[in-house]
């Protein structure tokens, strides 16, 4: 074995499925320079024993094999509503809160479920899941007009928004986890959804240790709805990761999202 595979060893004992940073693994592999550590994760990660999860942020396993957690188990009667949708021929991508499950630690009574389409088929996207037996409405203002839906109705809610593109969708109309927490916190945090800031918090912090999160396509994801700099500084505060090159601003719905999960 020799010292490259030895330090490999160690990279993989120290931080398993976590993220970490060069920084990080010079604090575990003491014995060698910053510039030999740097030229290293270089190498492992061109040769795919390592991953490249994002701008300098690595992952200790293989590429390629790297842990996706499964987002795409939704529950009943989202999958029942996806199912709809897709036979009905309209492109739509269900996201945020809905599609990430597996980080979620407060799960309320009722669930308000995100549903983007393509501009002209938020129209035929209601009558569809309305045919289905669901109460869905179509590009609410504010939380006010969603909870006053809310009180008019029973089960869970279909929020219908029309959009000119839908970056980041998955051929099953599930949103990928990065474009799932963006709009998470973009409706959120501009009170288009009622939703807990603090349980947002842990979500995105849940994501980023649990899944192969990828934080370069995250931050591009951002831009387009113009909070990459709120997700650069909750990245950075929450999260200690690098966000890559650009600026970080803190403002009330970064520190309502991050208050919590800071404690």
Known sequence: MNWEERA?????NRFARN????????????????????????????EGKITKAGYAIYRAEPRGENIEIKVRNLYP?????????SNAGIEFMLTGYSVLGPFIHLFPRRTVNLVYVKLGAGETAVEVLEKGG?????????ERELNLTLGLSKGDLFVIRE??????????????????????YFESTRGRVPFSASEVGRIMR????????????LTKLASRRGIAEEIRAILKAQMELPAGRGKAVLNKHVNAVTAETER
Do not use: M
């Not at 940073?21 to 030229?39: E, F, H, N, P, Q």
């Not at 009667?77 to 949708?85: D, T, V």
């Not at 109309?173 to 963006?182: C, K, T, Y």
């Open 134 to 142: 669901f109460t869905a409405i179509l590009n609410p203002k504010s």
């Open 8 to 12: 490999l060893v160690e990279i993989r």
């Open 19 to 46: 993220s970490f940073t060069a920084s990080d693994a010079a604090k575990v592999l003491r014995s060698y320079s910053k510039g030999t550590i740097y030229r290293l994760l270089s190498d492992l990660a061109r």
């Open 206 to 217: 849940d994501a980023t240790k649990l899944s192969s999160l990828n934080v370069s396509r």
């Open 77 to 85: 009667n989202l999958e029942r509503a996806r199912k709809l949708l």
């Open 163 to 184: 959009k000119r593109e839908l970056s980041g969708n998955t051929k099953t109309g599930v949103a990928s986890i990065e474009r799932g927490l963006v709009d998470l």
